[in-house]
């Protein structure tokens, strides 16, 4: 039986997330539809929002597809596109028109290169994951967001890519998909960070494929590759690949092979208050009133 990875394991390059995500930029957009339509859900959701902002951030726009509608939503906010990786920002330049500009900063959502309480809203579509310290990430945000700021955001959950994890797992031991937290995990930290009145809730969508190399394809198309510090350091032999293949079929169902992704859409508010202390009308919601993976839905 294969040992299982451990948590070093799991661990994230940033320059090798950057270096992945520059080689997928050209042919992002093709395969990423997952991405566009968790992107729309989220997009529609500030429709609940009453907050009219100045300054928003896009962490981690990739091509733009959201700082373009964040511009075309709030069309006298000034919109900041942020990514690791240069060459996305170069095709999210190309999502601009005259009416509908955005900034574009290549930079680290761990090390936020905005001042302290400059910005009124972060908007993050399925990039957290990329990232291996939430904490830290969630105290940026904070930090960067004035009182009474949101950041709203979504990032995979656990299950994601479950079938293919399994399959791997009948194979070796190493590392071959992402380590993805929870979404109870992911209100804590925000709490840990200062955020209050944090909404977490989770979806689950369903995409097929005919083959299993059908998702690698589209995994490798945009960007999602295998970054892991305890990633097999060899290519993979055709034997190998046969068994995971093998094993991946067992979960065949109506003739094509499930891919589960579970998102968890989350939001949080920079508090008005100072620390210990608490605004007029101003409630905290603990994380554990939140009931596990309430309200997921699956769709096709």
């Not at 930090?143 to 299950?159: E, K, Q």
């Not at 194979?171 to 109870?184: E, L, R, S, T, Y």
């Not at 200062?194 to 005919?210: A, H, I, S």
Request: hydrophobic share 40%; glycine share 8%; proline share 5%.
């Amino acid at each position: 039986m294969s040992r299982a990875p451990g948590p070093q394991e799991f661990r994230l390059d940033p320059r090798q997330v950057r270096r992945s995500f520059d080689r997928a930029a050209n042919e992002y957009d093709e395969s990423a539809v997952l991405q566009e339509r968790v992107r729309l859900e989220l997009l529609e959701r500030l429709d609940l929002l009453r907050i009219d902002p100045t300054v928003i951030v896009d962490l981690g726009a990739g091509t733009g597809g959201a700082s373009r509608e964040l511009k075309r939503r709030y069309r006298a906010s000034r919109v900041v596109a942020v990514d690791i990786a240069t060459a996305m920002l170069r095709r999210a330049s190309r999502r601009q028109s005259l009416l509908r500009r955005f900034d574009l900063v290549c930079g680290d959502a761990a090390a936020l290169p905005f001042r302290d309480g400059s910005v009124d809203m972060v908007f993050s579509n399925l990039a957290l994951h990329w990232s291996d310290d939430p904490d830290q990430v969630f105290a940026e945000c904070r930090r960067v967001l004035g009182p009474g700021g949101v950041l709203t955001f979504t990032t995979y959950g656990p299950d994601t890519l479950v079938e293919l994890r399994r399959a791997w797992a009948a194979v070796d031991g190493h590392a071959h998909v992402n380590h993805f937290i929870d979404m109870h995990d992911l209100g804590d930290a925000l709490v840990r960070a200062g955020f209050t009145e944090p909404v977490m809730d989770v979806e689950r969508y369903t995409l097929t494929y005919e083959q299993v190399i059908g998702l690698m394809r589209d995994l490798k198309a945009i960007g999602a590759r295998n970054v892991n510090a305890g990633r097999p350091r060899s290519l993979t032999g055709k034997g190998a690949l046969a068994r995971m293949t093998a094993a991946y079929e067992r979960c065949r169902t109506d003739g094509s092979l499930p891919a589960t992704f579970e998102v968890v859409y989350g939001q949080a508010w920079r508090p008005f208050s100072t620390p210990g202390r608490r605004a007029p009308g101003e409630t905290v919601v603990p994380v554990s009133g939140i009931g596990r993976r309430k309200g997921e839905a699956e769709s096709d």
